[in-house]
C-alpha cells in the first residue's frame, strides 16, 4: 500500500507515505531544497502522522527524507517573508505558523507507536529537532547533525530545548546548541544523539528492522509504557508507578494479555524430580 498526499493541485508530492508489513515510511520529498519545510509540507505532515497514528494496522513509523539531506530545517522562503513584513506583524506572523510546527512535533513524538528516524543527510535546525522527536535515531556514517538556530539568531523552536538534554546531558546540549557547530555521525553516536550508524545502502533496511522488531508486542502496552516513559523525567518515582498499575489494569483486560497468559499456562510444564 502506498498513499501520498498532495501540497496544492499541480505540484509535486512533499510528503510521502508507503506502508508495508505494518511499517509506515514517511518520506520528507523537497530534495531541490533539501527537504526544508514550509507551510505546505507541515500542513501534509500533520495529516500523514494523524493517518498514522489512528490506523491500528500500523504498527511503527520510519522517518527519512529524499535525496541529500534529511531535513535542513526550515524554509528560508519564511525567513525572507519575516523580513518583508511590517513591524506591527512580524511577532503575529511568526506565531501563528510555529502552532502548525508544534503540532507537527506533539503527533510525532506523542504518537503511541515506536517511531524511528532513518537520517539519510544532514539533519539542520528544524531537521535535528523533527530526528529528537522520533524514540530512535538511525543514521547514513555520511551524515552530519547541526543546531543551527543561534547563530541565526534564534533559538531551536521544535523541540530541541526539551529532547536535546534527555538524549545527551544538559551541558553538551548547551554546547551544541550554543555554537551551533556541525556534528559528524560518527561523533552523534559517542555523544548519545543517534543510536545507530550504518553505510547509507543500509539505513533503510536497518531502519525497517528495527521497527519491525520494537513493534513486536501488544500495540497496547506499547503506547501506554511509551506514554508514561515519555513523561518519567518530570514525574515522582510515586507518580511513575501509580500510572504504571493504572497501565497495567488496562493491559489486564486486552486480548493480547489474554491469549498471551492463556498460551502460557497452557505450555506443558516438566515436572520437578
Not at 493541485?9 to 506502508?19: C, Q, R
Not at 536535546?164 to 546540549?173: C, E, M, Y
Not at 550504518?198 to 501488544?218: N, T
Request: proline residues 4%; charged residues 25%.
Amino acid at each position: 500500500m502506498v498513499r501520498s498526499t498532495r501540497r496544492r493541485k499541480g505540484a509535486s508530492t512533499a510528503i510521502e507515505l508507503a506502508v508495508k508489513g505494518g511499517i509506515a515510511t514517511v518520506t520528507l520529498n523537497r530534495p531541490e531544497v533539501r527537504n526544508a519545510i514550509d507551510d505546505g509540507m507541515r500542513a501534509e505532515l500533520v495529516e500523514v502522522l494523524d493517518y498514522v497514528s489512528r490506523d491500528d494496522e500500523l504498527r511503527a513509523l520510519v522517518l527519512t527524507g529524499n535525496g541529500s539531506a534529511f531535513c535542513s530545517g526550515g524554509d528560508i522562503a519564511r525567513m525572507q517573508d519575516r523580513l518583508k513584513a511590517p513591524r506591527g506583524k512580524v511577532a503575529f506572523n511568526g506565531w501563528n505558523p510555529h502552532k502548525r510546527t508544534h503540532q507537527v512535533i506533539t503527533s510525532l513524538h506523542g504518537m503511541g507507536k515506536p517511531k524511528i528516524a532513518a537520517v539519510n543527510g544532514a539533519a539542520a535546525g528544524l531537521g535535528c529537532d523533527l530526528a529528537l522527536a522520533c524514540d530512535f535515531i538511525l543514521a547514513a556514517d555520511t551524515t552530519s547533525f547541526s543546531m543551527s538556530f543561534i547563530p541565526r539568531g534564534v533559538v531551536p523552536d521544535g523541540g530541541g530545548l526539551y529532547f536535546l538534554p534527555r538524549r545527551v546531558g544538559l551541558a553538551q546540549a548547551k554546547e551544541l546548541i550554543f555554537s551551533g557547530r556541525r556534528v559528524a555521525a560518527s561523533e552523534a553516536l559517542q555523544l548519545g544523539l543517534v543510536d545507530h550508524v550504518c553505510a547509507p545502502d543500509r539505513l533503510m533496511d536497518e531502519a525497517r528492522g528495527m521497527a519491525q522488531q520494537m513493534s513486536k508486542g501488544s500495540p497496547a502496552a506499547l503506547a501506554l509504557a511509551k506514554a508514561i516513559l515519555d513523561k518519567s523525567y518530570e514525574l515522582t518515582e510515586e507518580q511513575v508507578l501509580a500510572l504504571g498499575r493504572q497501565a497495567q489494569a488496562i493491559c489486564y483486560t486486552t486480548t493480547e494479555h489474554r491469549d498471551a497468559a492463556k498460551a502460557f499456562l497452557d505450555k506443558p510444564r516438566k515436572k520437578a524430580k
